[in-house]
């Protein structure tokens, strides 16, 4: 039988031709993206690299695998540790600070007469002068037209002032039928003294 002659079909070169793959399209660009940010925290947490340690071109970066991404970001754990627990040891180191107390108001302190001179309180005086005193407060109206006299202190067991520094007032002794030998004396800048035997003797009045 005749061998035929019609010359056989030539073999497909497809399937002979080698398959090449670009390089840089085995993670498609959202790769390459997810690639460039992982190594861009992993620089920023390390703190030791350099920006010349990063890749060239955003093509060299599938190169890089995740466990060489890793491996740079595991390459300075201390970098990293301090770079997350600086601020909580510096807040550990900071000294606690308290609101200061609030400082209290001074007391008032009560000026005293004059030295060697008794001292009497409200609570020590008469009635009748407690009265007197609250007229003097008021501005009157006074059992007497001689209260609000200047006193001229001739015996000078008050501290000498110029002349019209102290007024006296009344203190009404009950019994009595003219003023009695009781008086408050008042000064200009508010003092008060108390006589119950007509200036022979004086007590500075403590008032608050």
């Given at each position: 039988?005749?061998?035929?002659?019609?010359?056989?079909?030539?073999?497909?070169?497809?399937?002979?031709?080698?398959?090449?793959?670009?390089?840089?399209?085995?993670?498609?660009?959202?790769?390459?993206?997810?690639?460039?940010?992982?190594?861009?925290?992993?620089?920023?947490?390390?703190?030791?690299?350099?920006?010349?340690?990063?890749?060239?071109?955003t093509t060299d970066a599938?190169?890089?695998?995740?466990?060489?991404?890793?491996?740079?970001?595991?390459?300075?754990?201390?970098?990293?540790?301090?770079?997350?627990?600086?601020?909580?040891?510096?807040?550990?180191?900071?000294?606690?600070?308290?609101?200061?107390?609030?400082?209290?108001?001074?007391?008032?302190?009560?000026?005293?007469?004059?030295?060697?001179?008794?001292?009497?309180?409200?609570?020590?005086?008469?009635?009748?002068?407690?009265?007197?005193?609250?007229?003097?407060?008021?501005?009157?109206?006074?059992?007497?037209?001689?209260?609000?006299?200047?006193?001229?202190?001739?015996?000078?067991?008050?501290?000498?002032?110029?002349?019209?520094?102290?007024?006296?007032?009344?203190?009404?002794?009950?019994?009595?039928?003219?003023?009695?030998?009781?008086?408050?004396?008042?000064?200009?800048?508010?003092?008060?003294?108390?006589?119950?035997?007509?200036?022979?003797?004086?007590?500075?009045?403590?008032?608050?």
């Amino acid at each position: 039988m005749a061998k035929s002659t019609r010359p056989s079909k030539p073999t497909s070169t497809l399937a002979s031709k080698p398959t090449t793959k670009r390089a840089g399209t085995r993670y498609g660009l959202g790769g390459t993206l997810v690639t460039l940010l992982v190594l861009l925290l992993a620089w920023w947490l390390n703190g030791n690299a350099s920006i010349d340690d990063l890749p060239a071109s955003t093509t060299d970066a599938p190169a890089l695998s995740t466990v060489t991404v890793l491996a740079t970001v595991a390459s300075s754990p201390k970098a990293i540790l301090e770079a997350t627990t600086a601020p909580t040891r510096e807040a550990l180191a900071a000294p606690a600070t308290h609101p200061p107390n609030p400082t209290p108001p001074p007391t008032p302190q009560r000026s005293r007469g004059p030295a060697g001179m008794a001292v009497i309180t409200l609570d020590e005086l008469p009635p009748e002068a407690l009265a007197t005193l609250a007229l003097i407060e008021d501005g009157g109206l006074f059992p007497f037209d001689r209260d609000g006299i200047t006193f001229q202190n001739r015996e000078g067991l008050l501290p000498q002032k110029a002349r019209g520094y102290y007024r006296e007032y009344t203190v009404i002794t009950p019994g009595e039928s003219d003023r009695g030998a009781r008086r408050i004396i008042e000064g200009e800048a508010g003092e008060l003294y108390y006589t119950a035997d007509h200036y022979a003797s004086f007590a500075w009045i403590e008032a608050p």
